[in-house]
């Protein structure tokens, strides 16, 4: 199932260190989170937070910070907003 069509974020120099594992896990956790509310959001993370332990993936700071950056800088206004929401909900 190869997806061409890339998000532009995933091909930021930013990630450019991000093993390809971690990157289709980012993928799929960012396009299948996309238009959710916080609350959806919320009951989407924690299975995926769970699939991603079984899968093995775990992120250091930096993957973590370097994945976030490319995003945001590659979103939209209305994107962002919903990300700032996430994110002040996970901190």
Do not use: C, Y
Not at 13 to 27: A, H, N, S
Not at 56 to 66: C, H, I, K
């Amino acid at each position: 199932m190869e997806n061409d069509a890339k998000p532009a974020w995933m091909a930021d120099p930013l990630v450019k260190d991000i093993p390809e594992q971690k990157m289709r896990f980012l993928e799929q956790l960012f396009s299948d989170g996309r238009g959710k509310s916080q609350k959806e959001m919320m009951a989407f993370l924690i299975p995926m937070m769970k699939k991603a332990k079984k899968e093995g993936l775990t992120f250091t700071p930096q993957e973590m910070n370097a994945a976030i950056a490319a995003i945001l800088k590659h979103s939209s206004r209305e994107e962002l907003q919903q990300i700032d929401k996430i994110l002040e909900k996970s901190g």
